[in-house]
C-alpha cells in the first residue's frame, strides 16, 4: 500500500514538472537552529516541494542566535520572497523582524514556536502545554505518584520551554507526593543540559525521574550524573521529540537509554502545502495543531519499523525522482536542439538571399565607388600636402635650436616649456604621415573623425582626459596633491613646481578628479574652473560633501578673477582661490600654510590633556565619531583588523589610512593599539580582573605583549599601574 502511495507521489510530481507555466514562488525558511528534528523537517519540506514545481525553497538556520535569525530574515525579506515560513528562537526577540516581513505584504507562517506579536498569516505546530502535562501525568504514574523530579528546560524565553514547564508544573500540581528537586536551564543542546548539571551545587543522588524538555538534553542529565558519581540505578530519564533516526529519542527508549520520550511531530509537507494554498489563495486554518504522542518501551520497537520502511521508500521515490528529472532535462535539450536547427535553417536561406542581392548591387555600384574613392584620394592628399610645408618651416627651426648650445644650457622649466612645443610639433606630424599614407594604399575611409578630431585637440590643448599618476619625485612621507585640469601644458607647468616638494596625482577632468580623490585621499587638491564633464565649483562641493574627503583642502586655480566668481569659490567650500597668472613661490607658500593648518586630533582616547578637544572634535567630524564607535564596540575581538575597520565603514584600507592619518597624524593600527591600552588601563584601576584576563578583555592576545605595549605607552607594568 505504502508503495502505491509513493508512486503516486512520483507520478504527480512528474505531471507538475512537465508544466511550466504559472507563477513561480519563492518561499523562505528560517529555523531557530539546525538540528535533526529540523533535518527531519527540512527533508519532508523537500519532499513536499515534489508537489510543487513552481515552488522555490531558501533555508537558514539561526543556530540558536536572536540576532543571526533576525539578520536572515531580513535578508530573506530583501532577496524577493513571497512567502515567509519561520521557527521563532524567542517569543519576544524575533517578532520586530517577523512584523516587518508581515507589513510589507509578506505571508507569514510561524511553525512550532511562537511570538509575542499578532502579524502573522497562520500557524502551525503541537502542543507543547500539553506535552508538559502529558509527560508530568506519566511521571507520577511511574512513580505511583510519590517521588523525586528533576527539570530541565530548553532556551530561555523560547515558547516551546515555557508551555512545556507549564504543563509539567500543573501536571504536578495534582500529585501533592511527587518533589520537584530544582529546574535547571538549558539551551535544547546536550552540552547545555550536561554543564548545567555539572554546575548545580546540590546533591541529586536520590533524584528518582529526569524530565528533560527535549530528548538530547535528558541524555545531557544521564551523562553528568554518571561523571559526578550520583547516578542511581533507580534513576529514569524521559524527553521530548521522538526521533527515529540514529539518535534519536525513539531508539533510545528502545535501548532504554530513556523510559519514555513523547512524539514532536515535524510534517514538513503538511507545512508547505499551507504556504502554497495561502499563495495561491486557497482556503486555509489560521490555527493548526498537530497530533503527537507518547513513546515507551511498548510500542517503540514497532514504531522503529515502520520509519525505517517509510525512509527507504522515501529514498526510493528520491532516485525515481531523480531519474524523471534528468529525463525531463534530456527532453527539454532535444527541444532546443530542434528549435535550434530550424532556426540555423531560415538563417541559412536568408544569408543566402541576402549575399546573392549584395553580389548583385555590388556589380552595379563597383564603377561609381571606384570614382568616389579616387576623388577622396586626391582630396586627402592635397590636404596633406598643404599642411606638410607649414610643418616643414615650424619643425627644421625647431630641430636646429634643440642642438644649439642655449637650449641644452637650459633650466628645467625652460626644457620643459620646449619639449612641449616640440612634442605636439611631432605629433601633428605624425598626423599628416598617416594622411599621406593613404597616397601609398590605404583607403581614404580609414583616416576617421576621431583622428580630425585629435588634429584639433593638438593644436589647440584641449580636451585630454588620460589619468596620469606621476612618478615620486618627494619623499615617500611627503604629502599627495592632486592636480585636476583639462589642459596638459598646465598640468605640465604645476608638475615642474609642485614635484620637487610633493607627490603628485594627475586628473584631465571634474569627474575622473572626484574618482582619484575617493581612492587616494589626497593631502590637498588643486583643480581649474572651467573644465569638461564636471567644472571646478562642482568638483570641489562634491569633495566637500563626502565625509572620505571633506577635510581635504581644495585650491581653486582660474582665469577667472572677478569677485563675484571667487564668491562662488568660496561658497563650493575652496579654501583658497588664486587666479592666473600667478607667482610660483606664492603658490608654494599658500599650499604649504593650508597643509600645516590642517586640524589634527593626535589622541582620541586620552584622559586628560587632549579630552576636551577630542569632545569637540568628535562632535563635529561624523568620521572621528563613526571611527571610535566601529573601534570601541570591536575592542574585543583579538582578529580585528584595519581591513575589517574599513569594511565596517565601507572604505578601502589605503582610503582610511589616509583619512585617518590626516586627521590625527597616527595610522589606524596605532590607534587602536592606544584605545586597548587606554582601556587597560582604566579596567587595571577599576577592576580586579588579572592583568592576562584585562590583556584578553581588550583584544590582546599576548598578556606579554600586552604587558610590553603597556609599558611602552605609560612607562610601567601593568602591574605597577594597578598599585598606584
Known amino acids: 500500500m505504502q508503495s502505491k502511495y509513493y508512486l503516486f507521489i512520483l507520478f504527480i510530481s512528474i505531471l507538475t514538472a512537465c508544466s511550466n507555466g504559472g507563477k513561480q514562488y519563492k518561499i523562505g525558511i528560517s529555523q531557530c537552529s539546525d538540528d535533526i528534528w529540523r533535518e527531519k523537517q527540512n527533508s519532508e519540506l523537500r519532499m513536499g516541494a515534489y508537489f510543487h514545481r513552481n515552488v522555490k525553497l531558501c533555508f537558514a538556520a539561526a543556530y540558536d542566535s536572536d540576532e543571526r535569525q533576525v539578520q536572515q530574515i531580513d535578508s530573506l525579506v530583501a532577496t524577493g520572497i513571497d512567502l515567509l515560513i519561520v521557527a521563532p528562537n524567542q517569543v519576544a526577540t524575533i517578532s520586530p523582524a517577523i512584523d516587518r516581513a508581515y507589513d510589507k505584504g509578506i505571508p507569514v507562517i510561524v511553525f512550532e514556536r511562537k511570538t509575542n506579536s499578532q502579524k502573522y498569516t497562520a500557524y502551525m505546530g503541537a502542543d507543547n502545554y500539553e506535552m508538559g502535562r502529558v509527560m508530568g501525568d506519566y511521571i507520577a504514574s511511574r512513580l505511583q505518584g510519590k517521588g523525586r523530579v528533576l527539570e530541565v528546560m530548553g532556551l530561555k524565553g523560547s515558547s516551546p520551554a515555557i508551555e512545556r514547564h507549564n504543563g509539567f508544573e500543573e501536571a504536578l500540581k495534582d500529585h501533592p507526593n511527587m518533589e520537584k528537586i530544582a529546574t535547571l536551564q538549558g539551551d535544547w543542546t546536550e552540552q547545555s543540559a550536561y554543564q548545567a548539571v555539572k554546575n548545580y551545587k546540590g546533591d541529586l543522588s536520590q533524584v528518582d525521574f529526569v524530565f528533560g524538555q527535549n530528548d538530547r538534553m535528558a541524555v545531557g542529565v544521564r551523562k553528568a550524573l554518571e561523571e559526578k558519581g550520583q547516578l542511581s540505578a533507580k534513576t529514569l530519564f524521559c524527553g521530548i521529540d521522538g526521533l527515529p533516526g540514529e539518535d534519536g529519542g525513539i531508539r533510545l527508549v528502545r535501548d532504554s537509554v530513556l523510559d519514555a520520550t513523547y512524539i514532536y511531530p515535524t510534517h514538513g509537507d503538511q507545512l508547505l502545502q499551507m504556504a502554497v494554498n495561502i499563495l495561491e489563495g486557497k482556503p486555509y486554518e489560521k490555527e493548526v495543531r498537530l497530533m503527537s504522542a507518547l513513546v515507551t518501551r511498548q510500542n517503540a520497537h514497532v514504531l522503529l519499523m515502520q520509519n525505517e520502511e517509510i525512509v527507504r521508500q522515501s529514498k526510493y521515490v528520491d532516485q525515481l525522482h531523480e531519474q524523471a528529472d534528468n529525463y525531463l532535462q534530456k527532453l527539454d535539450t532535444q527541444r532546443v536542439i530542434n528549435a535550434m536547427f530550424i532556426v540555423l535553417v531560415v538563417l541559412l536561406l536568408i544569408v543566402a538571399a541576402l549575399l546573392y542581392r549584395y553580389h548583385i548591387q555590388k556589380l552595379r555600384m563597383e564603377e561609381e565607388r571606384g570614382k568616389m574613392e579616387r576623388e577622396k584620394l586626391d582630396f586627402y592628399t592635397q590636404a596633406a600636402h598643404e599642411l606638410r610645408t607649414p610643418l616643414t618651416l615650424i619643425e627644421g627651426p625647431l630641430n636646429e635650436l634643440a642642438s644649439t648650445e642655449t637650449i641644452r644650457k637650459a633650466d628645467n622649466k625652460a626644457a620643459e616649456m620646449f619639449g612641449i612645443v616640440q612634442r605636439n610639433t611631432a605629433n601633428l606630424s605624425q598626423l599628416v604621415n598617416k594622411i599621406l599614407d593613404v597616397q601609398v594604399g590605404a583607403p581614404a575611409k580609414d583616416l576617421s573623425s576621431q583622428q580630425l578630431d585629435e588634429l584639433t585637440v593638438l593644436q589647440g590643448n584641449e580636451g585630454q582626459t588620460e589619468e596620469t599618476t606621476t612618478p615620486k619625485a618627494a619623499g615617500a612621507e611627503a604629502p599627495t596633491l592632486l592636480i585636476v585640469d583639462d589642459n596638459a601644458d598646465i598640468r605640465s607647468y604645476l608638475r615642474t613646481i609642485l614635484q620637487p616638494h610633493y607627490q603628485l596625482l594627475e586628473a584631465a577632468d571634474g569627474k575622473e578628479g572626484l574618482r582619484m580623490a575617493h581612492e587616494q585621499v589626497p593631502d590637498l587638491i588643486v583643480s581649474d574652473v572651467m573644465m569638461p564633464v564636471m567644472n571646478g565649483l562642482e568638483f570641489c562641493q562634491e569633495v566637500k560633501a563626502d565625509f572620505l574627503t571633506s577635510h581635504v583642502p581644495v585650491v581653486l586655480l582660474t582665469a577667472r578673477a572677478l569677485s563675484k566668481h ?159
Open 566 to 724: 571667487q564668491i562662488e569659490g568660496y561658497q563650493s567650500g575652496a579654501d583658497a582661490y588664486i587666479t592666473k597668472p600667478f607667482n610660483a613661490d606664492v603658490f608654494l607658500a599658500r599650499i604649504s600654510n593650508l597643509l600645516k593648518n590642517r586640524t589634527l586630533l593626535h589622541d582620541l582616547w586620552s584622559k586628560e590633556e587632549q579630552q576636551e578637544k577630542k569632545q569637540t572634535v568628535a562632535k563635529e567630524d561624523p568620521f572621528i565619531c563613526r571611527f571610535k564607535t566601529v573601534v570601541e564596540e570591536r575592542m574585543a575581538d583579538s582578529d580585528l583588523s584595519v581591513e575589517d575597520i574599513g569594511a565596517e565603514m565601507h572604505l578601502s584600507r589605503v582610503q582610511l589610512y589616509r583619512k585617518v592619518k590626516a586627521l590625527t597624524g597616527k595610522s589606524p593600527v596605532d590607534l587602536l593599539r592606544k584605545a586597548r591600552l587606554s582601556r587597560a588601563q582604566g579596567m587595571l584601576a577599576d577592576t580586579s580582573l588579572s592583568v592576562s584576563e584585562i590583556a584578553y578583555q581588550v583584544g590582546f592576545t599576548s598578556p606579554s605583549y600586552f604587558a610590553k605595549c603597556f609599558k611602552d605607552e605609560y612607562g610601567k607594568v601593568p602591574g605597577e599601574a594597578r598599585n598606584l
